[in-house]
Each structure stands twice: as C-alpha cells, then as structure tokens.
C-alpha cells in the first residue's frame, strides 16, 4: 500500500517527461544534436531548460560539455562546446556524425551579428556538415532593443535559404531560424520540432 503512491509519482514523471520531449518532437529518437554559437548566446540555459525545466544563471561553458538525457527508448544526447574564441577552435573536432546542429544567436547583442554570421558562413561550408540539418534560434528577443526575424535574417545572410517553416523541398538545405526566449521559455519548441523531423 505504501508503495502504490511511489508508482504513481514515477508514472506521472515518465508521462510528463515523455510529454515534453513528445513536445518537442524528441521523443524516441537517437540523436547527436551540437549546440553551437557565440559565447552568451544562450546554448547552456537552453540545454540547462531541456534537462531541468528551469532557467538558471549559468557562468560562460569553458570546456565542451555533453548532456544525455535518457529515459526508457528516449535517447536525447547533446553537444555544448562553448562559443569564446578558444573553444570556437575544437567545434570540427566534434562534427563526426552529428545528427543535427542548433546554432544560437544573440538577438539583443546587434554588434556581434558580423562575427555570428561569420561563423555560421564556416560551419555552413564544412564539408562534414553538409547535409546536417541547422536550426538556427534568435534567441533574448524579450530584451528591449533586440533584432527581429527579418533584421536576423538579413545580417547572417540566410536570404539565399528559402523559409519553409515546414520541411524542407528535396533537394533544399535543411536551414530554418526561429526567433525565441529561452528566459521566457518561448519560441525555442517550434524549432526543436522542425528539427525533429529530419533526425532517425
């Protein structure tokens, strides 16, 4: 008897557990997912998010970081390789068989969107990412003064990528941005769930 409500407690976190990943499009799938971009951009609230439901202050990702999140069939592995200068250096290091990349941009910090762009251009043209699909998120779109999808667009030279919101045509680079806030918890969803449709 006293058991019974334990089980109902593992039950609801499972359920709920399966529900957010479910959400998000994660769910059963078996995935190598990097989360690239500069550094404060976001990359370790947002996977700080995903794992705990929380938003937390977190001190600049120095050395790459992996997150695996595991529950029954549900296989959610994660790349966090920090976005300074020295640890843009070891981002190849990690492209083997990535499954997809979600790279953040600082919507609010307009003065770095050159060397954003400049470092999305090289992701973009490495020949082991190829045909690995983007999510781009504009993510602080909650803090005054921050760019908008189309100023975004623009300053990281994505005009050559049609937006499809959808799946992408065959034949058309998987690449699609989404503007969000991770403090706010929105916008983020709708790009895992995009992204979720081109991983096994």
């Known amino acids: 008897m006293g058991s019974f409500p334990i089980i109902l407690v593992i039950m609801f976190l499972f359920n709920w557990f399966k529900g957010a990943l479910g959400y998000l499009g994660l769910y059963q799938k078996n995935a190598k997912i990097l989360f690239l971009g500069l550094d404060n951009a976001g990359k370790t609230t947002l996977l700080q998010m995903l794992k705990d439901d929380r938003v937390a202050q977190l001190e600049p990702t120095m050395h790459p970081q992996s997150e695996e999140l595991v529950m029954g069939s549900i296989r959610f592995r994660t790349f966090d390789l920090g976005g300074h200068e020295m640890a843009r250096k070891i981002w190849r290091d990690y492209f083997a068989s990535v499954d997809g990349v979600v790279y953040m941009v600082d919507a609010s910090d307009q003065e770095r969107l050159a060397l954003s762009r400049h470092e999305l251009e090289y992701l973009l043209n490495c020949e082991e990412l190829a045909a690995t699909p983007f999510v781009i998120l504009g993510n602080k779109i909650d803090i005054r003064g ?55």
């Open 146 to 200: 921050a760019a908008s999808e189309d100023e975004i667009r623009d300053s990281l030279g994505l005009g050559q990528y049609p937006s499809f919101k959808g799946r992408a045509p065959e034949g058309t680079r998987p690449i699609e941005l989404f503007m969000c806030s991770v403090a706010k918890k929105m916008g983020y969803a709708d790009g895992f769930r995009w992204l979720s449709q081109y991983l096994k």
